[in-house]
């Protein structure tokens, strides 16, 4: 096993994305920068017995397009959504797969809650006609790791395939394990992100447990970090980013959207189901991606932010924000784009290509739903930021006390 290149860089050198805010990264980057929310009534199940009915649905996309009829029909629809974004991050990376490549090109998918629509189809199959009607295919699908199995089957590589479960996390976490593996040197590019559907039973779940917006009995919506918030909506989607060594990507001609300066993961002591007390592990997490990177708190220009409008984990963020970059209205811009594409839990990959995106365009999306801040920070609300971003960090907050931060930088 290769030991770890500390004096190695790590870069971002395509995004792929299939979203709500739009498939790939041309629609996904205008309806980002205009602020444009793609929260809606949702249509593909009936939501009217329930007291929630807003989410972040991908439209309009067609998995054909992206996936070999004979691999599409092996798939469930998670796997569709990963499959699409890897194919796209590839083709934005300008990587195509071959005999020469395809032993060192993997992918590492995070996952909070895996394909739940298949997961309640066989469950029903199972008690009203017994275990013989169950498709023997569906069951494969079952499992977390089948959309990082189908991305290797539909794409031919054959390097690391790794999913991982960090509940809210699962995105970011699954980024920073492919940059240990590059910095190992057990690849030449990894694919990373995270994907998540939103389905029937799911979204019940989550009205259930009052997870979702309206917690309160207030109106239903999304608004990050806002004094009148009320809950998350629920989201889905994929976002994967593709990952290599700088002296790979140059070796090959390929031109960085930014760079992976550095990361941090902690704990903090939460049931599975609730959040921690304080932002104690938040603000170990940044601290540790600060030392990694070998970067002050000044030094960051943007924090693309894990609020999602839940009372709980805006709060324990924004603490976190003015215990570290200080309460300034004209410090760090803060944007989150929870309120445009809702709470999918598996958002990492999504927001990782937003902030890539940010950094290469050199500006910071609107937070929709943010009218009244919670705490004086220098959060954007109705329009994008126009502004020269040297440093962002990409925060990640989870109920069960995991929080993960990543160090995104222009490349120098």
């Known amino acids: 096993m290769s030991e770890m290149d500390a004096d190695k860089r790590i870069v971002v050198t395509g995004v792929g994305m299939v979203t709500p805010l739009g498939i790939g990264k041309e629609r996904f980057s205008e309806n980002l920068f205009q602020g444009n929310s ?17 989410g972040a649905e991908v439209r309009d996309f067609s998995p054909q397009d992206f996936i070999s009829t004979k691999n599409f029909r092996r798939m469930d629809r998670l796997s569709q959504l990963a499959v699409a974004s890897a194919r796209l991050a590839l083709e934005d990376a300008q990587i195509v797969v071959d005999s020469g490549n395809r032993d060192r090109i ?7 809650f895996g394909p739940t629509d298949l997961k309640i189809q066989c469950t029903r199959i199972l008690f009203t006609r017994g275990p013989a009607k169950i498709n023997p295919s569906l069951v494969p699908n079952s499992v977390l790791n089948a959309p990082a199995g189908h991305a290797s089957i539909e794409l031919g590589f054959r390097g690391i395939n790794t999913t991982v479960n960090h509940q809210s996390t699962s995105g970011e976490a699954a980024l920073v394990y492919a940059a240990m593996e590059l910095l190992r040197g057990t690849a ?49 989607g994929c976002g994967i980013v593709c990952l290599e060594s700088l002296e790979h990507a140059v070796k090959r001609g390929a031109v960085p959207y930014c760079e992976i300066r550095g990361w941090g993961m902690s704990s903090s002591p939460a049931n ?50 003015c215990s570290l970059f200080g309460a300034n209205p004209a410090g760090t811009v803060i944007s989150s784009v929870k309120g445009a594409l809702g709470e999918s839990f598996s958002s990492g990959g999504m927001r990782a290509a937003a902030l890539a995106l940010s950094i290469r365009e050199g500006k910071v999306p609107p937070t929709p739903g943010l009218v009244h801040p919670i705490v004086p920070l220098s959060f954007t609300s109705g ?30």
């Open 38 to 54: 793609s929260i809606r009534e949702i249509e593909s199940f009936d939501t009217s017995r329930l007291p929630s009915h807003l």
């Open 106 to 112: 993997g992918i590492i998918l995070g996952t909070a």
């Open 188 to 236: 030449d590019v990894v694919l990373a992100g995270g994907a998540e559907i939103l389905s029937e039973f799911f979204f019940e779940t989550l009205v259930r447990f009052r997870a979702v917006s309206p917690v309160d009995g207030r109106v239903e919506g999304a608004h990050p970090f806002d004094v009148h918030r009320n809950g998350p909506v629920g989201g889905e």
């Open 272 to 321: 599975p189901t609730d959040w921690p007390r304080d932002a104690k592990g938040t603000m170990l997490a940044v601290s540790r991606a600060l030392k990694s990177a070998e970067l002050a708190p000044d030094d960051i220009d943007t924090i693309q932010a894990a609020g999602n409008g839940g009372e709980n984990p805006d709060r324990i963020e924004a603490e976190a924000c």
């Open 383 to 412: 329009e994008a930021k126009n502004m020269n971003i040297r440093h962002g960090l990409l925060n990640a907050v989870s109920h069960g006390g995991t929080n993960v931060s990543i160090i995104m930088s222009r490349v120098e």
